[in-house]
């Protein structure tokens, strides 16, 4: 059962990030905006259950409640905290977590392959840390000629400069290694 460690705002006012002492996945990250979306995750599940929680991403060590912006936080907290505490830890790393890092690559063509590593390892080293600071992530959807599909995860998901400032920033920093990309927010 994970034990919260710290609560952290986020740049966006209606997502806090819970950070663990033990973890619930290992790399595997889960992200919901519905209760219909979380039936089949038992936590998910049960933080959709409390009021006013609109979307739920975890990854490793920490989770990220959004809410409508009509709870207050301090009241939310506290009834967040039971189910993420009821949550049984991830003990080991799991061959799903293999299967899911190379779900994306095996469509693709080796160019396109080698590519898509390029990125991940310049997205890996200078965007996500940053991103999973704030209580967010980014999840690469497709890659298409030079149409890079992506879905911002956790706080990241409903923050206003995510959507803009961001996204172009992270598009100009890729453009570094891949000058015709487009970064398409989907």
């Known amino acids: ?26 790399g595997i990250s889960h992200s919901y905006d519905s209760a ?16 006013h929680v609109t979307n739920v991403f975890y990854v490793d060590r920490w989770i990220t409640i959004t809410q409508d912006g009509e709870a207050d936080w301090q009241d939310l907290a506290r009834a967040v905290a039971d189910p993420i505490r009821a949550a049984p830890a991830a003990h080991a790393q799991s061959a799903e977590t293999v ?4 779900e994306l690559l095996t469509n693709l063509s080796p160019e396109d392959q080698q590519r898509l590593e390029r990125i991940n390892i310049l997205l890996d080293e200078e965007v996500r840390p940053y991103l999973q600071n704030d209580g967010g992530d ?3 959807l497709s890659l298409e ?10 706080a990241c998901g409903t923050c206003p400069s995510s959507i803009s400032g961001t996204l172009r920033g992270i598009e100009r920093l890729l453009k570094t290694i891949e000058p015709d ?4 927010s989907a």
């Open 145 to 154: 000629e030079n149409i890079l599909r992506i879905h911002y995860q956790g």
């Open 36 to 51: 219909e979306q979380a039936k089949d995750d038992p936590l998910a599940s049960a933080l959709f259950d409390i009021d």
């Open 181 to 184: 990309i487009v970064l398409v």
């Open 1 to 26: 059962m994970p034990k919260i460690a710290e609560i952290e705002g986020t740049p966006n006012p209606n997502a806090l990030k819970f950070v663990l002492k033990e973890p619930l996945t290992w």
């Open 99 to 102: 299967a899911a890092a190379n």
């Open 138 to 140: 980014l999840h690469i």
